[in-house]
């Protein structure tokens, strides 16, 4: 790759190194240079940029990224679409991160320009979260860099990265109790239990309190072994702390026919844990800690037995370096505190896709198609309004608002079916802006974008939708996503959160087109391989194009 200081005047097709800005126009980094391009920065007095021109043996930056993405992902994983040399890997179900670092720091340390950052291995993970992130950092990567790197990734029997999801297990417990154990000592017990295994999508199926005697322990375990079907987890949480391999609860565990596979772990709180096997299932002797719903070292044990990994006695003698956690006073996050956290920013950004709304824009009159109401015109064997919204319901957005105006009680009927919301604009004749402050009015408080879609775009895909939502980073200063094809900007465009107000205060037929120079800084194009995003339906014959692919 070529880069370093080149005249404007002979710029024309390389990537621009920095960005730059005149009168009416702001280069970003990365961007190629195009004759109008040119002309712009000729005109502005700027005589030379700082540029990159790729050679026949590089690989530019958001195909190296994609192939390595590509590589580097086992089952249970999302690829983004590469963004200016970055691809990020999403969780697709909550899980555990199975993570090979030997072979993550092979890459890493075989070329500075690719790099590979991932969460700790065997992190607990939530749908949507960011598992991984591959960056390029220059411009591009040539292709013996590119090969090396791949074949680091494929040294392994299996993926260099997965997510193990969690799958649902029955879990039965066993209390005991000596002389004067109150029993409400037991229903906390219980309670935390039974929320600590829904966390996980598993199940409490039954408990059971017994003296604190290896007898009666071992008659209970017994007749759960016996039972159909039997529990795949037995947790005991004993009357006191298991001291020695010869104490009540491990000498329960083999007179059942069980055998103990450790005793003591390297994680405090949680280190007076004991893992057994008895018949097909596992066995937990807790800590005292697991009473309460802080994180300890049975929540680790726990989580990776829930996603169908082994937990041995080498994994547990692992689990030291990292294993102070004493300090965290962390407790395990039902789902709603964990949508809490994200909105009160206590997660930290970047940990997993932001929240997008949409809001399609569906209240104009449609004048020159002349048929009223254009949006009922039939495309492709249904309505044209139903293109769009469809396209926002699979691409998985939540909510998807639909704003009508003209001919509402007849576009109404069209969408009834599908899971949407709708407002109506009694203003839609004033122009666009009132209808986009309506849809804008309905968007809930924890969206941090939302995706503006226009009612007669009929190709537009929910593969469009999900590219622009891959690109939205409000914590690099992505906040306004926008499609492009062969260099023309289109629709719709992926709006945060810190924009709303402007686009609110927005009056007549301006819309949010207006605020993008602006915004300059915010902006980030993103490339899509079909001109779907450029095609809207204005008059019949538009419409006829749409139906026959044109």
């Not at 090979?100 to 607990?124: C, F, S, W, Y």
């Not at 040294?155 to 109790?177: D, K, N, Q, Y």
């Not at 200063?477 to 465009?493: F, K, S």
Request: hydrophobic share 50%.
């Amino acid at each position: 790759m070529k880069f370093g200081g080149e005249a404007s005047r002979d710029a024309e097709g390389a990537l621009l190194a920095h960005a730059v800005r005149g009168p009416g126009f702001s280069f970003k980094k990365g961007r190629r240079l195009s004759a109008d391009d040119v002309a712009h920065l000729l005109a502005a007095g700027i005589e030379e940029v700082v540029v990159a021109r790729l050679d026949a043996d590089d690989v530019g930056e958001d195909a190296a990224a994609a192939t390595v993405a590509g590589a580097l992902a086992g089952t249970g994983l999302r690829v983004a679409a590469a963004i200016t040399g970055r691809s990020n890997l999403y969780a697709e179900a909550p899980g555990i991160a199975v993570i090979d670092a030997a072979r993550i720091a092979a890459v890493n340390a075989g070329n500075e320009a690719v790099t590979i950052a991932t969460l700790p291995p065997h992190a607990r993970v939530d749908a949507g979260q960011m598992v991984a992130t591959v960056k390029i950092i220059p411009f591009a990567v040539t292709r013996p860099v590119l090969a090396a790197s791949i074949a680091c990734l494929a040294a392994g029997t299996t993926a260099a990265i997965a997510v193990a999801p969690f799958r649902p297990c029955r879990a039965m417990l066993i209390l005991t109790e000596t002389p004067g154990m109150e029993a409400k000592l037991h229903a906390r017990t219980r309670a935390v239990m039974a929320a600590r295994l829904a966390d996980l999508g598993s199940s409490l199926t039954r408990d059971v309190v017994v003296p604190h005697r290896a007898g009666d322990l071992a008659a209970a375990l017994a007749a759960e072994v016996a039972r159909q079907p039997a529990a795949d987890l037995v947790l005991i949480v004993g009357a006191s702390a298991i001291v020695d391999r010869r104490d009540v609860i491990p000498a329960a565990i083999i007179a059942a026919g069980g055998r103990v596979e450790r005793f003591g772990m390297p994680v405090e709180p949680g280190n007076l844990l004991l893992l057994a096997r008895l018949g097909a299932a596992s066995v937990i002797g807790l800590p005292g800690c697991a009473r309460s719903p802080k994180l300890n070292g049975f929540d680790w044990v726990l989580e990776r037995l829930c996603a169908g990994l082994p937990v041995d006695a080498p994994a547990i003698a692992a689990m030291g370096v990292g294993g102070l956690i004493i300090e965290s006073g962390e407790r395990r996050p039902r789902d709603d505190d964990r949508r809490r956290a994200h909105r009160e920013g206590t997660i930290g950004p970047g940990e997993r896709v932001p929240a997008v709304a949409a809001v399609v824009l569906a209240a104009g009159r449609g004048q020159r198609f002349g048929a009223a109401p254009k949006l009922a015109a039939i495309c492709d064997g249904e309505p044209l309004l139903r293109h769009p919204v469809r396209a926002a319901l699979a691409a998985g957005v939540q909510p998807v608002i639909v704003v009508l105006g003209h001919e509402a009680a007849r576009l109404r009927p069209l969408i009834d079916d599908l899971p949407v919301h709708v407002v109506e604009n009694p203003d839609f004749a004033s122009g666009i802006a009132s209808s986009l402050a309506c849809g804008l009015a309905a968007v809930p408080p924890e969206a941090d974008g939302v995706l503006v879609l226009l009612g007669d775009m009929p190709k537009v895909t929910a593969s469009h939708l999900r590219r622009l939502i891959d690109a939205f980073d409000p914590a690099a200063g992505r906040t306004i996503c926008l499609p492009t094809c062969d260099g023309r900007r289109g629709n719709p465009v992926l709006w945060g959160r810190a924009a709303f107000n402007d686009l609110r205060a927005l009056s007549g037929d301006r819309g949010g087109r207006s605020l993008l120079d602006r915004f300059a800084e915010k902006v980030c194009e993103v490339a899509m391989a079909d001109d779907g995003v450029l095609f809207d339906v204005d008059e019949p014959q538009a419409l006829a194009d749409a139906a026959h692919g044109g």
